[in-house]
């Protein structure tokens, strides 16, 4: 079965530091990684994907199959980071998404 | 280009009463699916629709239900509700191709029930 575990539910760090959300999931065949992010009271906005490799706003996310991790990364946070972040999986080719918990981001001046 | 419209936004309901919530996927994507969101229980699957055939469904009981028209518009219906069912529903849009899936969601309806 399809899970996705963010072990940390809260996750505060000062402006300036490295931050980096946990994700690791369990899936039998080869899934697709998500990051989405949540701002207060607005849409979950698309982050990232694994398969793009992209980097947005300056987050990046490496899919590790033998850990069956895709950790989330910043090298420098910053105060707008603030906000609910979810990892969130999909197999093979269907549409629906399978998340995580989520963990609420706060990065202090 | 045009996100993902979910309507309405906001509405309120009196408990027993039913409700329908509307969305309007990303041109030319075929697949739509919904979620609830609630602070207790995060985001919770509802189903998943592609191309008017429900292809997914998720533990929600029978008075959760939906549709996809041919146009790619979907809708989900709440009969009698009860006051657990205040939520956000989510919907999101997708469309699989060689790049693998592109998901996007909409605004969201938030459904208090009173």
């Known amino acids: 079965a399809q899970r996705v575990t963010q072990p940390e539910k809260l996750l505060s760090v000062f402006k300036g530091a490295p931050v980096e959300l946990k994700c690791n999931y369990s899936y039998s065949g080869s899934p697709e990684l998500f990051w989405y992010v949540q701002y207060s009271r607005q849409r979950l906005q698309l982050l990232l994907r694994h398969i793009s490799r992209e980097s947005i706003k300056g987050f990046t996310a490496d899919l590790n199959k033998g850990e069956t991790s895709f950790h989330l990364k910043k090298p420098f946070a910053q105060e707008e980071d603030s906000a609910m972040y979810y990892c969130?999986?999909?197999?093979?080719?269907?549409?629906?998404?399978?998340f995580g918990r989520g963990t609420q981001l706060t990065v202090w001046p | 280009k045009a996100g993902v419209t979910q309507t309405p936004r906001y509405l309120i309901k009196t408990r027993g009463q039913q409700v329908t919530l509307s969305c309007s996927p990303i041109s030319g994507h075929r697949s739509v699916s919904w979620y609830q969101q609630t602070p207790g229980q995060g985001l919770q699957f509802l189903f998943e629709y592609f191309s008017e055939t429900q292809r997914n469904k998720g533990n929600f009981p029978g008075r959760f239900s939906g549709r996809q028209f041919s146009n790619s518009r979907s809708e989900m219906n709440v009969s009698t509700l009860e006051l657990g069912d205040s939520a956000l529903y989510l919907c999101?849009?997708?469309?699989?191709?060689?790049?693998?899936?592109?998901?996007?969601f909409g605004e969201g309806s938030w459904l208090t029930v009173v």
């Open positions: 999101a849009s997708s469309l699989y191709s060689g790049s693998g899936n592109t998901i996007y």
């Open positions: 969130a999986l999909v197999p093979s080719t269907l549409g629906r998404l399978y």
